[in-house]
């Protein structure tokens, strides 16, 4: 028997090496195996003596059985994931793997290395428009019903919260960001900020602000990440520069924020 | 007049060196400024000619302003920050400082740094409870009326998102988060997985996984970061270790997640 391996799910962030942790760079330079969504792995430097396994982006499941069958030879795995992987990507899929495989997965030893989700850098980017209450909805509806994403989306119009939308479009189904933003012009002020932010901290990173009024759902792309403000949520005009958005908080960082 | 001053508001996220980006390395490397809450700075190793602004973590929207008339006076300032600036952190007042403030400072050149934010640290320690839509929530009501933040708990439960709790708990107010957890037990089943994660990525980490049940709100210090799961979160027992909490998510990852 091989000496034990390890898998390690390691978050990017959704852009430029700027945002990759030193925890994210330690253990991809320390595994003996990649495995990821092949433009991940191009991102990251080739290095001696590392192999790697490229998949699509639709075969999650095979991908995170194929890592865990890996460490299981004893292979050192980093499974990559962009922007954080423990939020709508890789890692709720290895945890499903382990959960329906073989009774040994549950011993391997598997750990989450996190990184900058896309809403992070798209408010980053703009000011900050998650300074408050808000919530993450994907608008994919491959394993929920869409009425499961109209009732999330009004419950968070209704609350007042900040939404942070991912999955916006895809090749399949490029309307539900039409549907989402009709919902939601129903249920919030016209004059409601959203953010429109694309391929942050890329080359071709392009943010627009608009309202929900003036939305297009156009632009939204599988590449996009949209906030939509609170009530609260402030845009400050400045001249020849972009706005700055944000929701002011509450004032005392009791958890030291 | 000196030279123009700028302002980078940098994340330095919840815990060790580990997990502070590259980004926030480098501003704060070539600051000649830094401001900031006494024990983040504390954090950072000292450098020659660079001035540290401690203050305490009361004092938000003046440490706002004074890091925005360093800057009017020329200073390369990095204003840090725990987690992720921009989440129910110090972005946000800063934001708030220059709207409230003098015109000039509309024209300040003033950028955020994005970080690791305490929720997904807390997530990553577990498995991956955040895997699918959620919400993040601050219990402090110094800005909001408790009864605000009840109805966004209330529709968070109903439309059953993973809700992420900040602040639970102040010296001021220290059952706070005994309230929040009485009213979730009133809408969620009492097998709901519920994550206590205490200052993680420290000396003193500590993970407890329980149920909605078994809650026990005294385990809630200005330190923990809460993670109350949805109906799918599902809790993988193992021989000899901690359980891992995930939510699964959409099959597809349309953005790259």
Chains 1, 2 share one sequence.
């Not at 991912?166 to 900020?193: E, F, Q, V």
């Not at 009024?213 to 156009?218: E, K, L, Q």
């Not at 939204?220 to 700055?244: N, Q, Y």
Request: with cysteine; charged share 20%; proline share 7%.
């Amino acid at each position: 028997m091989s000496a034990p391996g390890r898998l390690r799910i390691v978050g990017l962030g959704p852009g430029g090496a700027a945002w990759i942790t030193p925890e994210a760079s330690h253990l991809i330079a320390n595994a003996t195996d990649l495995v990821g969504y092949a433009p991940y792995l191009e991102r990251l430097p080739p290095k001696q003596g590392q192999t790697r396994h490229q998949s699509g982006n639709r075969v999650e499941m095979e991908r995170a059985r194929h890592a865990l069958r890996l460490v299981e030879d004893g292979r050192h795995v980093a499974l990559v994931s962009c922007g954080d992987p423990g939020v709508f990507a890789m890692a709720a899929a290895v945890f499903e793997a382990i959960e329906e495989g073989e009774p040994g997965w549950r011993d391997i030893d598997v750990a989450v290395s996190p990184g900058i989700s896309a809403m992070q850098a798209a408010a980053a980017r703009t000011g900050a428009p998650l300074g408050h209450d808000f919530c993450a909805i994907s608008l994919s509806d491959n394993r929920k019903p869409w009425s499961l994403v109209e009732q999330r989306l009004a419950a968070a119009a209704t609350a007042d919260f900040v939404i942070a939308v991912y999955n916006p479009a895809s090749t399949a189904r490029p309307r539900r960001i039409h549907d989402a933003i009709a919902l939601l012009r129903g249920l919030k002020a016209a004059s409601t900020p959203v953010v429109f932010a694309r391929a942050v901290g890329r080359d071709d990173e392009h943010i627009s602000i608009e309202t929900l009024a003036s939305a297009d759902s156009a632009r939204a792309d599988m590449s996009t990440l949209i906030i939509v403000g609170s009530s609260e949520t402030r845009v400050i005009p400045r001249v020849g520069a972009t706005p700055f958005v944000y929701t002011p908080r509450g004032r005392p960082p009791d958890d030291g924020g």
